[in-house]
């Protein structure tokens, strides 16, 4: 709060001060930057082009490993070693410099799990990488969660980060997910499951009971 008030921001509210505090971890570039674009309460949804650019000239100084590393956290969020390096098509091994290098850069936290130092760092990665790029991250991720204990809302998450492809497996792990939320007393939940399953859209055979699912919902 002290930072934004010394940059001009004096009459701020609490969920404001906490947002930037959040997404910055109070790093004075970040909350700088972020300070130019204070004019919504929406903090969360905010990339400054100041830090993008900032990102992007640390990730060309480092190698490719390090730059598909970093694409793959910033896709998955927080993850562990082995889901990350596959997700950048690397070996543990080389994840693990890779991470190493990028923690050195200042971009990842220090814990054993991969995940960005600032919520805004891992943004500025997911806005300089293509969408295109970005959707079949977030498809791939969903397989490699997908086969987890506990991967199958976090697996149906990732997909409805993405465009439709005609993707059977993506529209029958939607309908999975769906049904569990119902069964869990959530229906809205199996609503914005099942539209983006019917969107995929699933073959033909299989859209009428999909139809009917989402109309029960």
């Known amino acids: 709060r002290s930072c ?5 921001h004096d009459e701020i509210s ?3 001060a906490a947002a930037c505090g959040d997404v910055t971890g109070g790093n004075p570039f970040l909350v ?20 993008v650019d900032t990102v992007v000239q640390r990730l060309t100084a480092l ?6 590393l970093a ?15 596959g997700l950048a098509g690397l070996t543990p091994e080389q994840a693990g410099v890779a991470a190493d290098r990028l923690r050195d850069a200042g971009l990842l936290a220090t814990e054993r799990r991969l995940e960005f130092r ?3 760092l ?29 991967g199958l809302h976090p697996a149906a998450g990732h997909l409805l980060e ?16 769906a049904r569990a939320a119902l069964a869990d007393g959530a229906p809205q939940a199996a609503v914005d499951l099942l539209r983006p399953a019917v969107a995929e859209p699933p073959p033909a055979a299989d859209l009428p009971r999909l139809l009917v699912q989402l109309g029960t919902a």
């Open 4 to 8: 934004l008030a010394h940059l001009g």
């Open 14 to 16: 609490d969920e404001l």
């Open 32 to 51: 700088t930057a972020l300070a130019e674009l204070l004019g919504t309460t929406d903090v969360r949804s905010l990339v400054p082009r100041t830090v």
């Open 63 to 68: 190698g490719t490993a390090e730059q598909a």
């Open 71 to 85: 694409r793959a956290v910033a896709v998955l969020e927080s993850a562990p070693l082995r889901i990350a390096a």
């Open 118 to 120: 600032h919520a805004l």
């Open 122 to 150: 891992r943004s500025a990665v997911a806005a300089a990488t293509g969408a295109a790029t970005r959707d079949d991250l977030h498809r791939r991720a969903a397989r490699a969660l997908a086969d987890d204990a506990d």
């Open 162 to 177: 993405t465009e439709g492809v005609g993707d059977p497996w993506a529209a029958e792990l939607l309908r999975t997910a």
